[in-house]
């Protein structure tokens, strides 16, 4: 199966889609990466997901990555006595280390690292901001919050302090058993939540020794101030806008999204946009006229993808989903001034000029060339090369099958596993070949080839060459 879009689909598996049925419908209907979310379900459920991942794989012939999502720190309250409370505005709530039920006056905050830098003046969210406090006193092991918009709050909700960073790591007991498991089982990218600094990103890529892909998910404002290091400690990242609106104010949201994704695509990282893209359809078989807009947005601004989360994992039109997604990515795609809005939201700087890959994006723009072909053993290459966004197709070729899952949610790659010739000349004739059998081009259409010297280290391509596909 080829995929004639550039923006790839990265969708989430749970109770609604993770029969190996649904998995390979998913595949078949646009699906490009599946992702299994470790806040949810077991580890025989995921276990059963990525078989049924692998088996779609198998099933369509093209290569399919597994995201698992680790859960991150979750900063949640404790017990109320009555199983919930009513806070009015004005009251003052009193949050402590004591794991006494609470009331309307006091309730536990077993965080004792979130206490110590909670200060007077700073907000509290509580509830994903059903309910929002500041900070009036703060002493050793408790702090005393006004009531700033009240509602009724029940056991256990989750606690945020936007623009604080809380000195804590990022993964916590259950994510380091979960990243055991998930590495075990083979996923292709590790997700990383709640990410606030560069050393986060440092911890998992010594945890997971290169066993998998790193993506950083943005969604806390300490991560933005700290986007550039995150971006050069990670691999791709993620505009994880769920948490992100928590503690953004909303009309802070839509400017932190392009500032991700301009930074992701100046360092040729892969970028995905996430969170209620489409979520109506979880439980209706059409979207809003808004929710299509913000698909469409995410293609002009050249996010490499979009993802689905209980929009496919727990929703009741799943499918319609992924195939609703597809038409609008294909509409915006098909559009004019598509390639121009897109180049524009490109703000690559001279110093950042791969002179190969310029070459080759130029070289490109003749209309006589059908596609482009690129050999890859870490897929550095072939980043840069997505990162230009040329106008013509993109045949990425690793020499194993887990380099060419990594590459699934890139822009524009269709990825295939093809051991490296023992010469360029060799790699010249393969690369035309790939190109007509693949169907991207059609005999005498030329073909571009980029590559580096066989056995050479990772990003080393030096080498553009120009050939034919073949007519048989």
């Given at each position: ?6 923006t ?93 039920p ?29 309910v929002?406090?500041?900070?009036v ?37 259950k994510d ?27 911890e ?49 949201v ?70 609703m997604?597809?038409a ?79 590459l ?5 790659l ?59």
């Amino acid at each position: 199966m080829i995929r004639r879009r550039r923006t790839r689909i990265v969708a989430t598996l749970g109770p609604a889609s993770q029969a190996p049925e649904r998995v390979l419908e998913l595949a078949r209907t646009g699906v490009d990466t599946f992702r299994l979310n470790f806040s949810h379900g077991a580890h025989a459920d995921h276990a059963a997901a990525l078989a049924g991942i692998r088996a779609a794989e198998h099933e369509i012939g093209r290569p399919l990555a597994a995201l698992a999502d680790l859960q991150g720190p979750k900063f949640r309250l404790g017990r109320f006595a009555e199983r919930s409370v009513t806070l009015t505005k004005g009251q003052v709530l009193r949050l402590d280390l004591d794991p006494t039920p609470g009331d309307g006056r006091r309730v536990a905050l077993p965080h004792p690292e979130m206490l110590k830098v909670l200060s007077p003046g700073v907000q509290v969210l509580l509830d994903d901001g059903k309910v929002r406090l500041v900070v009036v006193e703060a002493g050793p092991g408790f702090v005393d919050a006004e009531v700033v918009f009240g509602d009724r709050l029940s056991d256990h909700k989750g606690v945020a302090a936007p623009g604080v960073t809380i000195p804590t790591s990022a993964l916590t007991d259950k994510d380091l058993i979960d990243l055991d498991f998930a590495l075990r089982l083979g996923v292709d990218w590790i997700a990383l939540s709640f990410v606030q600094r560069a050393a986060d990103m440092a911890e998992l890529r010594r945890l997971t020794g290169g066993r998998a892909g790193l993506l950083a998910k943005i969604e806390k404002p300490s991560a933005l101030r700290e986007l550039d290091a995150i971006c050069d400690a990670s691999d791709a990242l993620m505009v994880a806008r769920g948490d992100l609106g928590v503690e953004l104010a909303p009309p802070e949201v839509p400017v932190a999204q392009k500032t991700i994704v301009r930074a992701a695509r100046r360092r040729g990282i892969p970028v995905i946009i996430a969170t209620q893209m489409l979520d109506s359809m979880t439980t209706n078989p059409a979207p809003t006229r808004a929710e299509a807009s913000d698909v469409a947005n995410g293609v002009y601004e050249g996010a490499d993808a979009l993802m689905l989360s209980g929009e496919t994992a727990a929703g009741s039109y799943p499918i319609e989903t992924v195939q609703m997604m597809d038409a609008i990515i294909m509409q915006v795609e098909a559009d004019p001034n598509w390639p121009r809005v897109m180049r524009a939201e490109h703000d690559t700087g001279e110093e950042d000029i791969d002179t190969l890959i310029a070459a080759a994006t130029r070289a490109a723009e003749a209309r006589s060339t059908a596609c482009l072909v690129a050999y890859t053993n870490s897929g550095v290459t072939v980043r840069r090369l997505a990162r230009e966004r040329p106008g013509h197709p993109i045949i990425a070729l690793a020499p194993n099958l887990t380099a060419a899952r990594r590459l699934a949610f890139v822009w524009g790659l269709e990825s295939r596993v093809c051991a490296q010739p023992p010469d360029i000349a060799a790699m010249t004739d393969t690369a035309a070949r790939m190109a007509a059998d693949l169907g991207f081009a059609r005999a005498g259409e030329r073909v571009l080839m980029i590559a580096g010297p066989p056995g050479g280290s990772p990003g080393a391509a030096d080498t553009l060459r120009i050939t034919h596909a073949p007519s048989s």
